[in-house]
């Protein structure tokens, strides 16, 4: 692609704007060195030297979405706690609003543990509610996001389920619904429990695990048949206006029931791969909504996620590094 060219789309995406709901967490990263192995259990010791919080979930998504020069207006819901206090002090920071923000008082702030030693991670702990937000909290968010449609212009809508309770099913098809009057692209970015409640969406996104696990289909990573034959039935049962599926090494997979097309990774040193799905779904919903042709969504999409997976950590993607890889492509 060409200077100009590449310019062009994200001048396009700078004009846009972006809601995203759906679970929204704390990365805390803990890095330190390992020198010896503990007395009481066969298991290394890591003496930390650096304590680090970042956006995770829905926000890091966000996160992606401003990276790339639009605008994310960001819906989630937070705990009365410590952790849900710092999750607002980073939205601040990031510049990223927090007008879409609840704080349920009977849930905790999702936020996952992460300890690196040497640039790998040994090990993650995990706190979180996963139980569906309340009626009154589910209300409320849904009548925010119905506002924000009506009151100002929106581009697309993404939906980021990490399976934490936030996007329901009354909220999903609540707020897809009126997408659909309105016209608005909607994205999805499914887990396992909710995966057959996205109907009639524009662009849906499931990784390969979470496409065989939702479909239930005993389908071989690597048999690009099967998969083809699979996220077409599947399209059409669920009104998908075009199935993005990402397959790790292996690159993805893209259809809009008029043509499939498989687009291998480009090789690259991979430090971690934590993140790189928040900004695949960011990546292709600005694409989609600002009209770019399967192929070129799928290649951006390959390499801003082959992006992060240099970095360790979550991290969102590098708009100049972006822009040199895509104007080194023959498209």
Known sequence: MNKAEVNEIFERFSKMRAIVIGDAMVDTYLWGKVDRLSPEAPVPIVSVT????????AANVSRNIQALGATPILFAVVGDDEIGKEFQNLLKKRNVSDKGIFIDTTRNTTVKNRIISSGKQIVRVDEESTQHVSEEIETKLIEAIKEEIETNHVDVIIFVDYDKGVVTKRLFETINDLAQQKDIPTAVDPKNRNFKNYKNVSLFKPNFKEFVEGTGLPIVKGDLEGLK??????????????????????????????????YPVAIRDIADV????????????????AGLPPKMMALMSNLAGGLVCEKVGVVPVDQVQLKKEMKSQKI
């Open 274 to 289: 934590s993140g790189a799905g928040d900004t695949v779904i960011s990546v292709a919903s600005l694409a989609m909504a």
């Open 229 to 262: 034959q699979a996220a077409e039935t599947f399209k059409t049962e669920q009104q998908l206006k075009l199935i993005f599926i990402t397959l790790s090494e292996l690159g993805v997979f893209i259809s809009n029931g008029v043509k499939e097309q498989y």
């Open 50 to 57: 650096t304590r680090e919080n970042r956006l995770g979930g």
